[in-house]
């Protein structure tokens, strides 16, 4: 139960961060999805980690939110790269 509560809240932290950094994806809303889903993950545990309370809370939340902003930021600079 508590993965698709992450998944499901991830959905959510994707469709934030992509508010919060508007502009064009190189992958668009799934990849945004997907990254959102990512930095649930990662800022849950970071946030449990540190202290900032448990998942599910106001500061596990603004966390993962973070989190999926920095993994859209570098997956914005990684794919703006012409290798």
Same mark, same amino acid.
């Given at each position: 139960?508590?993965? !698709?509560?992450? $998944?499901? +809240?991830g959905l959510v932290i994707g469709v934030v961060a992509k508010?919060?950094?508007?502009?064009?994806?190189?992958?668009?809303?799934?990849?945004? +999805?997907?990254?959102?889903?990512?930095?649930?993950?990662?800022?849950?545990?970071?946030s449990t980690a540190i202290g !900032?309370?448990?998942?599910? #809370?106001?500061? #596990?939340?603004?966390?993962? +939110?973070?989190?999926?902003? $920095? $993994?859209?930021?570098?997956?914005?600079?990684? =794919?703006?790269? =012409?290798?």
């Open positions: 139960m508590d993965i !698709l509560m992450i $998944l499901i +809240t508010f919060l950094m508007p502009g064009n994806d190189p992958g668009g809303i799934i990849i945004t +999805t997907l990254l959102g889903i990512a930095g649930a993950f990662v800022g849950g545990f970071l !900032l309370g448990a998942m599910g #809370s106001v500061g #596990s939340f603004v966390t993962a +939110t973070v989190g999926a902003m $920095l $993994l859209l930021a570098g997956y914005r600079v990684i =794919k703006g790269r =012409k290798i």
